[in-house]
């Protein structure tokens, strides 16, 4: 079945420790995105990537790093500059051409939750 | 600016009656509308979506949504609440900023369904 897969499910960062969060699709998807969610709050982007080997900051990308050299993968880093990094965290993909980019359904994984030691 | 207020952010209903929830949005453009559902500690799915064809869109799992330009509402329904809805509901819309669109998220709604 096709889908996007997010590891590890669970993750505890020490003080200091960047940690990196692994995100991979297999729906041939162009667009990859990252997105923080805390209680009580809507999903917060941040990055995107609309193709490979090109990524753009979201709303709050201060404190975190990714990569998109292959088109299946997207992971994100979150380091030790992002002095708040408890949260629950959610990769997404979208078919999405660079037209129509915004406009097509998000598939989401299941998260990483990401906790401080 | 473009925005999205989801009107309630718990409601509680009995198992078996209707659902209803609410959303309102402010677009300068005409908006792509989205709801997903969330269920505890997993991603979110799409329920349905509006893209300026029939305002009465048919989602999965017996939800659906109208989307009222003049009132710039796009309420959730559901006519028979069923214990497995209980989750968290989210309205999205989709609008210009600059030259891309972008996706604008509500804060959400929890659902509770009493059996």
């Known amino acids: 079945d096709g889908g996007i897969t997010q590891s590890p499910k669970y993750l505890f960062r020490k003080e200091g420790q960047n940690v990196t969060l692994s995100c991979e699709q297999n729906?041939?998807?162009?667009?990859m995105y990252w997105y923080r969610q805390d209680p009580g709050q809507g999903l917060r982007l941040i990055y995107y990537?609309?193709?490979?080997?090109?990524?753009q900051k979201g709303d709050i990308a201060e404190g975190y790093s990714v990569s998109r050299e292959k088109k299946e993968s997207f992971p994100l880093t979150v380091t030790s500059a992002q002095k708040n990094p408890t949260a629950f965290y959610l990769c997404?993909?979208?078919?999405?051409?660079?037209?129509?980019?915004?406009?097509?359904?998000?598939?989401f994984g299941d998260g990483t939750r990401l906790s401080i030691l | 600016a473009q925005s999205v207020t989801q009107l309630d952010s718990h409601v509680s209903v009995s198992e078996g009656t209707p659902v209803l929830l609410r959303c309102n949005y402010s677009s300068s453009y005409s908006p792509s509308l989205f709801w997903y559902v969330q269920h505890p500690n997993k991603g979110l799915q799409l329920l349905l979506k509006y893209t300026s064809a029939a305002t009465l869109v048919k989602g999965i799992n017996g939800f659906e949504a109208e989307f009222k330009k003049s009132e710039t509402s796009f309420h959730l329904t559901k006519p028979s609440a069923h214990m497995s809805d209980a989750a968290e509901y989210f309205c999205?819309?989709?609008?210009?900023?600059?030259?891309?669109?972008?996706?604008?998220w509500g804060l959400g709604t929890s659902l509770a369904v009493n059996p």
């Open positions: 990537s609309q193709i490979v080997n090109d990524f």
């Open positions: 999205v819309v989709s609008a210009y900023a600059g030259n891309n669109r972008k996706l604008i």
């Open positions: 729906l041939n998807h162009d667009a």
């Open positions: 997404a993909s979208s078919i999405s051409s660079r037209r129509f980019f915004g406009n097509q359904p998000q598939h």
